[in-house]
Structures are given as C-alpha cells and as structure tokens.
C-alpha cells in the first residue's frame, strides 16, 4: 500500500510560480514511476508531467511543456512539479499518482492517488 500527500497549492497571480511537492510513503513497488495530473472545474481529470523511477524520462503535456518541470528525490520518496509562468487556464485541483509502470499520460496505470491540492491564478 503506498499512501500519498500532495502539498504546495495556493494562490498566484498569473506569470507568478509555484512548487508542489507531494510525498508517496509505503513501497508497492520494487521502483515506481510518478506524475501529476489535474483537474479544473467542470472539466475532466487530464494530465499534465510524469516522472520515470530513475528520473532520465519525463513527459509533459503540451499546455505546460517550457513553463512547468518535473523532478524527484528518491531518497525522499518525492516528487516535485515547479510551476513557472502560470496561466489562469492552469487553475486545478492537481492530484500527484504513483504506478509501477514505466510512466506515461494514461490514469489508469496509476494505482495510488492523493487527495490533491488546489492552484489558483488569478488574472
């Protein structure tokens, strides 16, 4: 069982930045790969990076590619997503998930799930 807790939300003004942070406790997996993907109001989930075990593969969704970076700390069992030049289309719950997979944009290779956190831009 892997429990997981996001934190890092809040509130900015558009062209500001935030860092989420989310932790994964328990070992599932022998490695696992993680990702965030978020969900705004009215709108379904959708994804946005994923981080592979070792960290040398990323992915990114095209709406954030160049502004957002994901990263982890394995000794830490984290995983960070610095949010840079933020949009108000970026408002969303943003949930962080781990799977034993590779690592991709597909939500349902993704087993653990936190219970997310909210950013909000305003314009």
């Known amino acids: 069982q892997v429990h997981v807790t996001e934190a890092g939300g809040g509130l900015v003004q558009a062209g500001g930045s935030l860092r989420l942070s989310c932790a994964a406790s328990?070992?599932?997996?022998?490695?696992?790969?993680m990702a965030w993907f978020r969900q705004a109001p009215g709108k379904e989930r959708e994804f946005v990076a994923a981080?592979?075990?070792?960290?040398?593969?990323?992915e990114y969704d095209e709406s954030v590619k160049g502004r957002f970076a994901i990263s982890r700390d394995n000794a830490r069992n984290e995983v960070f997503l610095q949010m840079n030049n933020l949009k108000p289309e970026d408002t969303a719950i943003y949930y962080c998930a781990v799977t034993g997979a590779s690592g991709s944009g597909v939500q349902y290779e993704y087993d653990y799930w936190g219970q997310g956190t909210q950013v909000t831009v305003s314009s």
């Open positions: 981080i592979s075990w070792t960290g040398r593969t990323t």
């Open positions: 328990g070992r599932a997996y022998s490695d696992y790969a």
